[in-house]
């Protein structure tokens, strides 16, 4: 064992002549502690909630979504073709969207009205995982060829939420009212058609859950007037952290007046957000260790105080003032590195019990999810040590540099 190293030992682990220092070192170690388990608990619930909401969004809606700039396109098959030839996509589907009144003759609520393919749209989003009751096959109904008055009411998916404000299940009828309209000699009257309801999905995410509804692209244009044209396609990736590669790729590809945009784009607020959140609290949290670092440049002053004749005899006995310095630096450090792994042991026992035991409830219509979510990153679990140790490091540089200028005649004087 080095020399200074062991003597910073015997200094820190020997009884003191004043119990005040002892009880700051120990504050000292208690603070960074509490500021490592901090932060190692935010950061985690915060990548937790970053994660969560990552695989909740792409849950319900692809990788990327191809749309056009005048709202509709009647040439989707032929961009589907050039879509899923480009390398990097998995898969594709055409999709319609608008925004509609429910009427459950219980309750009126608005919702947004998602057109999809049951038979491709499987292969690009994971809503069939999400379907608490029914299946998608259930929106193909009966042949589109069939007429009118020999063809029962479409399917309709409905969110459990949605479905909960309307007070309707499985096998009730909600009436859909258009927001285009058609126009009669008594005027623009909106267009309205009944749908049963055939199955309730639940997707984790109240904004969803809240407001989306699922028939089958072929009865969303019917409803719509628009023929066979669709709003989008939906695109699916094989990697999708290369999402936004293989979007600029097909913008290129397809062109004006078609625009692409991929899952970060689409969430870029909310992403952003959750970023920046994570920076700030942080920063914030970080001010715990600094104020223990102030305690432990209160407690080794002190102590350079205390051991003013000891280090006097030391330096008489040939130490140098870069081995006196190293003596307090290392007990600085010392006190970090014990506070560090104190803070860590805490920080991931807090982290296990957290995910372990959902104790602490959301409010859903708030946070989007109803439960804590906690994810431990090694990337911030070592920024985190090292920038504790760092700063506990640095709180010794005034100490030592005092202990180290200290003149052994001087210190023994008065001895």
Same mark, same amino acid.
């Given at each position: 064992?080095?020399?200074?190293?062991?003597?910073?030992?015997?200094?820190?682990?020997? %009884?003191?002549?004043?119990?005040?220092?002892?009880?700051?070192?120990?504050? +000292?170690?208690? $603070?960074?502690?509490? !500021?490592?388990?901090? *932060?190692?608990?935010?950061?985690?619930?915060?990548?937790?909630?970053?994660?969560?909401?990552?695989?909740?969004?792409?849950?319900?809606? +692809?990788?990327?979504?191809?749309?056009?700039?005048? !709202?509709?396109?009647?040439?989707?098959?032929?961009?589907?073709?050039?879509?899923?030839?480009?390398?990097? #996509?998995?898969?594709? /589907? &055409?999709?319609?969207?608008?925004?509609?009144?429910?009427?459950?003759?219980?309750?009126?609520?608005?919702?947004? *009205?998602?057109?999809?393919?049951?038979?491709?749209?499987?292969?690009? @989003?994971?809503?069939?995982? +999400?379907?608490?009751?029914? /299946?998608?096959?259930?929106?193909?109904? &009966?042949?589109?060829?069939?007429?009118?008055?020999?063809?029962?009411?479409?399917?309709?998916?409905? $969110? =459990?939420?949605?479905?909960?404000?309307?007070?309707?299940?499985?096998?009730?009828?909600?009436?859909?009212?258009?927001?285009?309209?058609? @126009? @009669?000699?008594?005027?623009?009257?909106?267009?309205?058609?009944?749908?049963?309801?055939? $199955?309730?999905? %639940?997707?984790?995410?109240?904004?969803?859950?809240?407001?989306?509804?699922? #028939?089958?692209?072929?009865?969303?244009?019917?409803?719509?007037?628009?023929?066979?044209?669709?709003?989008?396609?939906?695109?699916?990736?094989?990697?999708?952290?290369?999402?936004?590669?293989?979007?600029?790729?097909?913008?290129?590809?397809?062109?004006?007046?078609?625009?692409?945009?991929?899952?970060?784009?689409?969430?870029?607020?909310?992403?952003?957000?959750?970023?920046?959140? %994570? =920076?700030?609290?942080?920063?914030?949290?970080?001010?715990?260790?600094?104020?223990?670092?102030?305690?432990?440049?209160?407690?080794?002053?002190?102590?350079?105080?205390?051991?003013?004749?000891?280090?006097?005899?030391? %330096?008489?006995?040939?130490? /140098?003032?870069?081995?006196?310095?190293?003596?307090?630096?290392?007990? !600085?450090?010392?006190? !970090?590195?014990?506070?560090?792994? *104190?803070?860590?042991?805490?920080?991931?026992?807090?982290?296990?019990?957290?995910?372990?035991?959902?104790?602490?409830?959301? &409010?859903?219509?708030?946070?989007?999810?109803?439960?804590?979510?906690?994810?431990?990153?090694?990337?911030?679990?070592?920024?985190?040590?090292?920038?504790?140790?760092?700063?506990?490091?640095?709180? /010794?540089?005034?100490? +030592?540099?005092?202990?180290?200028?200290?003149?052994?005649?001087?210190?023994?004087?008065?001895?």
């Amino acid at each position: 064992m080095h020399f200074e190293l062991f003597v910073s030992l015997r200094y820190l682990l020997a %009884k003191r002549r004043h119990a005040f220092i002892s009880l700051i070192t120990l504050i +000292s170690v208690a $603070g960074v502690a509490v !500021g490592v388990m901090a *932060l190692i608990v935010v950061l985690a619930v915060m990548n937790g909630f970053q994660h969560d909401l990552r695989d909740r969004i792409l849950g319900v809606t +692809s990788h990327a979504v191809i749309g056009h700039f005048q !709202g509709t396109f009647g040439t989707y098959r032929e961009v589907l073709k050039d879509i899923e030839a480009e390398e990097g #996509v998995a898969a594709a /589907t &055409p999709f319609v969207l608008t925004q509609v009144m429910m009427n459950s003759g219980k309750a009126i609520s608005g919702a947004i *009205l998602r057109g999809i393919d049951p038979e491709s749209a499987p292969r690009v @989003t994971r809503l069939e995982q +999400s379907l608490l009751q029914g /299946t998608l096959p259930s929106l193909l109904g &009966p042949p589109s060829e069939a007429s009118p008055s020999e063809r029962p009411s479409p399917g309709i998916i409905v $969110g =459990v939420e949605l479905a909960a404000r309307l007070g309707v299940n499985v096998d009730d009828y909600v009436t859909l009212v258009s927001p285009t309209g058609q @126009t @009669t000699p008594a005027g623009r009257v909106p267009k309205s058609q009944l749908f049963r309801v055939v $199955g309730l999905f %639940k997707s984790g995410m109240y904004e969803y859950d809240n407001t989306l509804a699922y #028939v089958h692209v072929r009865d969303a244009q019917r409803l719509l007037g628009i023929g066979d044209a669709v709003n989008g396609i939906e695109v699916k990736v094989v990697d999708i952290y290369a999402a936004a590669q293989v979007a600029e790729k097909l913008q290129k590809k397809l062109g004006y007046p078609y625009w692409v945009r991929d899952w970060m784009q689409m969430n870029h607020n909310l992403f952003s957000a959750l970023k920046l959140e %994570k =920076v700030v609290m942080f920063i914030i949290l970080t001010l715990i260790i600094l104020v223990a670092a102030f305690n432990i440049v209160s407690s080794l002053i002190m102590m350079v105080m205390e051991k003013t004749k000891d280090i006097a005899i030391l %330096k008489a006995m040939g130490a /140098t003032t870069h081995k006196v310095r190293r003596i307090f630096v290392f007990e !600085g450090l010392l006190i !970090g590195v014990v506070g560090t792994f *104190l803070g860590l042991a805490g920080g991931f026992g807090l982290c296990e019990l957290l995910k372990r035991y959902q104790f602490i409830e959301l &409010p859903r219509d708030v946070y989007y999810i109803s439960t804590l979510p906690v994810r431990m990153e090694p990337l911030d679990v070592v920024i985190i040590a090292c920038a504790a140790v760092a700063i506990c490091l640095a709180a /010794t540089f005034y100490p +030592s540099k005092q202990a180290a200028k200290l003149h052994p005649a001087e210190a023994l004087r008065y001895e």
